[in-house]
C-alpha cells in the first residue's frame, strides 16, 4: 500500500502540477493518512452504514484545503492509474475496470455533497490561552475559536500551527464543546515527528491555530443501560475523558470502567481530574495500568505516593491490553479503545480472543 501511495502521488502531482501546492513538502505523513483511508474504505465496501459518514466527515473535513469537485477528479483519476499499473494485466479486466470507476465515483460523490452541504466554517482559528508543560515531552495547550465549534465528545480534529504550515495532524478536544469556544488538547511529542514536538517545544500564549471540522465515530453512549468499557493509553485519554464530563452532565449513565495506561507512573498524568469524576459519579470505576513500576531516568520530581487518588482503584504493573483481558468478562459491555494502533489492535483481539464480539469494539480510524 505504500509503494501505492508513492506512486499515486507521483501521477498527481505529474498530471496535475498545480495541486502540489496544496500539500505539504514532507509527505511521509501525508502518505500514511492516504494508506490508512483507503484500507478502511475498502474494509467496509459492504458497511455503507459505517462507511457513508466517514466519508462525509472527510469531505466536510477537506473544504480546510480548498478543494474543488475538479480536485477529486483528478485524485480519482490518480488512484485508479496507480492501482492499474500496480496489478497484473490479466487481472485488470474491464469489469474491475468499471468496479474501480464506480466505486471511486462513489467516494468523490459522497465527499463533495458533504461538503456543498455542510454550512459550518472551513477552518476555525484559535487563539492560545494556556500552554503548560505536564511532562518534558507532553503539553497541555487550551485555546479559545474565533468562533464556537459544535463537536461531539470523543470526536477529534486537524490542526494546523504557525511553526508547521500545511502540515495538518489529528487531536482529541479533552473538554465537551462549549459555548465559550474553548478548547483543550493534550499532546505528546512523537519521536521523528514534524508536528508534536514543534508544539511542544514553540507553543507560547496567543499563538494562533487553524482546526479544521470535527471527525471521528467515537461519542457518549445513547443506551444508559448497556456497561461500558474505557481504554485508553497516554494521551488516549483525552477523548474518553471528554466523553465522561459530558455524561457527567447527564441524570442516567451506564457503568463504566476506565483503564487508563502509560508506560511509567508519571504517564498517568491526568490522574487528579479522573479521581474527582469517579468521586461524583458512583457509575464511573478507573483503574490505572502501567508497564513498569519505576519512572524513567528523566523525571526528577518527587516519587508520589502508590494509590493517593480517592475513587481510584490501585494501580496495576502490565501490558493493559492482558490486564484488561484477564480482569473480567467484558461481552455484556460496549468498548472504546483510544492510544496507539499497536495498542488498540493488540486490545481488540485480546477482548475478541476472551468472548467480545467485534461489532461491540469501536476504535476511529488509525490515523
Known sequence: MQRLARSCYSILFTEYPALRDFFPAAMDAQRDRFV?????TLDRLEQPGELLP???QLGRDHR???VLPEHYVAMCSSIKTAMRLSADTEIWTDEVDRAWDEGLKMISD????AAEKETTPPVWGGTVLESRAVLRNLRVVRLRLDQPMRYAAGQYVSVQVPARP???RYLSPAIPANAEGEIEFHVRAVSGGWVSP???DHTAVGDQWQLGAPLGGLGVPRNPKRKLLMIGCGTGIAPLRAQLMTMAQRRANPHVHLFVGGKHPCDLYDMDALSELAVANPWLSVTPV???DENPWWYTESKPQENIWPGIAPRRTGAIAKVVAKTGTWADHDVQIVGSPSMVQ??????MASGTQAKNIRHDPLF
Open 36 to 40: 490508512k483511508a483507503i484500507g478502511f
Open 198 to 200: 514543534a508544539i511542544i
Open 64 to 66: 480546510k484545503y480548498g
Open 54 to 56: 466517514f466519508l462525509a
Open 166 to 168: 500545511r502540515m495538518w
Open 346 to 351: 493488540t486490545t481488540k483481539f485480546r477482548l
Open 110 to 113: 459522497t465527499m463533495v455533497g
Open 290 to 292: 502501567t508497564e513498569q
